[in-house]
């Protein structure tokens, strides 16, 4: 059916191209005419022969200027084209400044689009315009009708009678675009996913091959051409490799800011796939950092996408450089590049003072306006550093009350769940978590099983107990649901499982619903990587354990990393007789008191405060409603001390803070 298609559409511009250039475009459009019942196409260039005239100006390599009409109805119902019509007589050439100044007005006036009706609209009120303004028209029509789905509204564009007379346009008259609005008209074409096997894309891509083979091309087309023909036939395109040959014999150092974005871009894209190209990379990589203080928000943004999509774990100097430039930026990046720029940091764990500055400035004053999902990005960066931000929780906290209802489950998941895990409560706590509540209720089902039980597990951190969803968690349903999820009931789901049933179970005992069954409980909240634990601080440990034997005389009179019955192992454990006495860590009789000493290093704060993160918080909750007399060795106070007198003293206060220090 394509190749009848095409041979169609051949036998059409076969007719055509016996109109001479110079004639009137009447007889083009008669010619189309004669042919249109013999050929239908999605796009039907073909229109009422009772048009207005408005001129489409091309441009070609020499420089020269060509002239085609665009015929329209009087009332922009309809548009078609009639190429290389003779103008000589009829046309004035705008003078260059005159055209230039235009140009920039055009351009101007296309960004602050936001339809592609708006596009067409624009493009109708013009009288001239380059091939490379009309290709970029269409690629703003791309960016504005792509969605997650594809396009919004296929038909409204494919069948608008603009779109169809600027395709009919670039199909007859490819050879005498310029090369950047050949690649242009291809790569928008791409995008908005016109038949590759149409006669418009197979000229344009025919004629973009023999460009390749007179000579090289300049970078910024050489990319864009790249990232059309990936798109069209994938990184295997032959034609690709001789984009990349051209690309790898120009040198990088003579490449403006942004033509090194657009080949970043470009092998993100797929042409870096597999370590492809990395020699390449790795030049760019050390020369980008030279240029970094140059580069605009949106070159910062797209670079580090392009690093975290090609894996340059090898590139964190230049993730580093570009960190520190990306300050000043902060207020003028956009929200999806402030997603992109976040997501690289969360990918390469970098972290800068400066940086949450900016953002503490920025973020409060936006958060009722940024897109929701830029609000999410923010808070899940905060949260995967541990970067406790009252100014921007507290905004977050506001909004949130506010703007709910128009975000996604996995949105509010991560607006919510920073607050459990850095152990936070705004100041509109009750407001905020009433609001949850009130989600939770009316969309419940709506959540991914494993979502929603991180959003009620990071709850219970803060003493928020979602009571009335724990019967709905524990189940059957819902255990079968998070089984068929992702990787299943893995460790970490059982230990939140099983910490929810505790705490359900020590802190709210007026519930009564259903259990959790046994076999989905686990006997230790320590697990490799992610943990419900912070493992205690190897350092600080020895030299806490070296002050406790100074203290009370003897090794054995402690034990040390102690797993309970209650899944929560103990940094240390002291036994106490009724008398207040100390026992052998090995004696299990007679025991009255058992102290748990919590050695905390700094991996159990938030980042950049005191503030105990809320896993912590909610363990010395547990082990205190269990019995254990909690006494805490915060990092901070121990660094203070200068001798072992000092550290004995210290541990005595804070241990036995009632009683007299005996002298062994």
């Known amino acids: 059916m394509a190749f009848n298609i095409l041979r169609r559409f051949q036998s059409v511009t076969t007719g055509i191209g016996r109109c001479s250039f110079i004639q009137n475009g009447q007889c083009l459009l008669q010619c189309i005419a004669s042919h249109s019942r013999q050929l239908h196409l999605p796009c039907d260039y073909m229109k009422s022969s009772h048009c207005a005239t408005r001129r489409f100006k091309i441009h070609s390599d020499s420089q020269k200027m060509y002239f085609s009409t665009i015929k329209d109805h009087p009332y922009l119902s309809g548009i078609s084209v009639c190429l290389h019509e003779d103008t000589s007589d009829r046309i004035r050439s705008a003078s260059k400044q005159s055209t230039i100044m235009d140009q920039e007005v055009f351009l101007d006036r296309l960004h602050g689009c936001v339809s592609a009706k708006q596009v067409f609209k624009l493009l109708a009120s013009l009288e001239t315009m380059s091939d490379t303004v009309a290709a970029l028209a269409l690629q703003r029509i791309a960016v504005l009708e792509h969605d997650q789905n594809g396009l919004k509204n296929p038909e409204a564009v494919l069948e608008n009678d603009v779109f169809k007379a600027l395709c009919f346009q670039f199909e007859h008259d490819s050879q005498r675009l310029t090369d950047a609005g050949l690649v242009t008209a ?66 990088v150092e003579k490449w403006s800011p942004e033509e090194v974005t657009m080949v970043y871009n470009m092998l993100q894209a797929g042409v870096g796939e597999s370590g492809q190209y990395q020699d390449l990379l790795n030049t ?176 219970t951190l803060i003493e928020r107990f979602p009571v009335n969803f724990v019967a709905k968690v524990f189940s059957p349903y819902f255990l079968q649901q998070l089984e068929a999820q992702g990787t299943g009931l893995d460790r970490i789901v059982l230990a939140q499982l099983t910490q929810l049933f505790m705490t359900v179970k020590l802190e709210c005992p007026f519930y009564e619903g259903p259990k959790l069954h046994s076999k989905y409980r686990v006997k230790s909240f320590q697990t490799p990587g992610r943990s419900l634990e912070s493992p205690v601080d190897g350092h600080l440990y020895n030299r806490v354990k070296t002050g406790l034997i100074d203290l009370l005389g003897a090794r054995i009179y402690f034990a040390s990393r102690v797993l309970t019955p209650y899944c929560y192992t103990l940094d240390v454990e002291i036994k106490l007789d009724e008398e207040g006495y100390v026992l052998p860590a090995t004696h299990h009789e007679e025991v009255y008191k058992r102290i748990a000493v919590c050695i905390d290093g700094q991996k159990r704060f938030c980042a950049n405060s005191h503030n105990f993160l809320g896993k912590e918080a909610i363990k010395k909750r547990h082990l205190k409603l269990l019995g254990y007399e909690v006494v805490q060795i915060p990092f901070y106070e121990f660094e203070k001390l200068h001798d072992r007198n000092d550290t004995v003293e210290y541990l005595h206060k804070k241990i036995f803070p009632h009683s007299y220090r005996l002298s062994w």
């Open 284 to 459: 760019l990589n050390s020369f980008t950092i030279s240029i970094a203080p140059k580069l605009n928000p949106k070159s910062i943004s797209h670079i580090l996408n392009a690093l975290v999509v090609l894996n340059q774990t090898q590139a964190i100097p230049l993730v580093i450089s570009l960190c520190k430039h990306s300050v000043r930026h902060v207020p003028r990046f956009s929200d999806e590049e402030l997603v992109l720029l976040l997501g690289a940091f969360m990918h390469f764990g970098q972290s800068d003072r400066y940086f949450i500055e900016a953002l503490e400035r920025y973020v409060p004053k936006s958060t009722f306006t940024m897109n929701p999902e830029a609000v999410s990005k923010v808070m899940q960066y905060c949260s995967r550093r541990q970067i406790l931000s009252r100014p921007i929780f507290d905004s977050v906290a506001q909004s949130f009350v506010y703007r709910a209802d128009t975000l996604s489950t996995s949105q509010i998941a991560r607006q919510i769940m920073p607050f459990g895990k850095l152990n936070y409560l705004p100041p509109n706590a009750g407001g905020l978590f009433r609001r949850v509540e009130g989600i939770l209720r009316d969309r419940f089902s709506q959540f991914q099983p494993r979502t929603l039980l991180n959003l009620l597990h990071s709850c």
């Open 186 to 251: 291809l790569h928008a074409c791409t995008q908005l996913y016109v038949d590759p096997w149409s006669t418009l894309m197979v000229r344009l891509v025919s004629e973009s091959q023999e460009r390749l083979d007179r000579g090289p091309m300049a970078i910024k087309n050489l990319c864009i051409l790249g990232e059309a023909l990936l798109a069209l036939e994938g990184p295997g395109c032959g034609m690709l490799k001789q984009v990349m040959d051209q690309v790898q014999e120009q040198g």
